[in-house]
Each structure stands twice: as structure tokens, then as C-alpha cells.
């Protein structure tokens, strides 16, 4: 079973908004850091947002700071990234993962523990 499942992508027009959703379907997020990446084609895998579950705290890549944000419900135990002013450079896979461990949010791909299976966002211009 996967730990984490993304949902909210698909198709909208520069300018436009979306809201993705990160579930945990287990017992993932707790006390960890979530992190939203993204990979757009032929390019490395890139931090996005994340987010330290259990204060709130939250950070951003320069790239959409202004733009996105993320947020979580720990009732439902669910971790959102509302994307508004969009544009085609924001194309990509983006991927839901969470860190476990006390650490707080990590921009690199490596130190986290869980990923989802990723949902594609595409902006046309």
C-alpha cells in the first residue's frame, strides 16, 4: 500500500489555480516533515514547499514563493498545496513525500522516507 496519494492535477491555463491533496493512508505524517517536489521532463527531481506537520511551519522555493502555499488538516490527515498565478514553467509531476524523524522540512530528495505516486500538472500558455 502506498503511504501517500496525491491527487488535484491536471490541465489549466496560465494565470489559472489548482489545489493538489496529499492523503496518508497509514500513519505516516505524525510528528514529520512534508514535502511537496516536483519533475518536469528531462530535469532532476526539485524541492517545491514543505511543511513541518506538527507546528505548522512552513517553507518555500524561491520559484513560487508569493504563488503557492501549503497547508495541512490534521483532523483528516491531509496536506494540500493551493498553486495560484500559474505558469507553463510550473509543468511537471509533483510528488507528495514525508521525512520521518524530528529534523523539520529538507529540500533534498534523498532525506525523505515516503513518496507518493506523484500527480501531473500541466499549464498551457
Known amino acids: 500500500q502506498v503511504p501517500l496519494v496525491e491527487s488535484g492535477g491536471g490541465l489549466v491555463q496560465a494565470g489559472g489555480s489548482l489545489r493538489l491533496s496529499c492523503a496518508d493512508s497509514?500513519?505516516?505524517?505524525?510528528?514529520?516533515?512534508i514535502g511537496w517536489f516536483r519533475q518536469a521532463p528531462g530535469k532532476e527531481r526539485e524541492f517545491v514547499a514543505g511543511?513541518?506537520?506538527?507546528?505548522?511551519?512552513?517553507y518555500y522555493a524561491d520559484s513560487v514563493k508569493g504563488r503557492f502555499t501549503i497547508s495541512r488538516d490534521q483532523a483528516e490527515k491531509m496536506v494540500y498545496l493551493q498553486m495560484n498565478s500559474l505558469k507553463p514553467e510550473d509543468t511537471a509531476v509533483y510528488y507528495c513525500?514525508?521525512?520521518?524523524?524530528?529534523?523539520?522540512?529538507?529540500?533534498?530528495?534523498?532525506?525523505?522516507?515516503?513518496w507518493g505516486q506523484g500527480t501531473q500538472v500541466t499549464v498551457s500558455s
Open positions: 513525500a514525508a521525512r520521518n524523524g524530528p529534523s523539520g522540512v529538507s529540500i533534498r530528495t534523498s532525506e525523505y522516507d515516503y
Open positions: 497509514g500513519r505516516t505524517f505524525s510528528n514529520n516533515a
Open positions: 511543511i513541518k506537520y506538527s507546528s505548522g511551519l512552513t
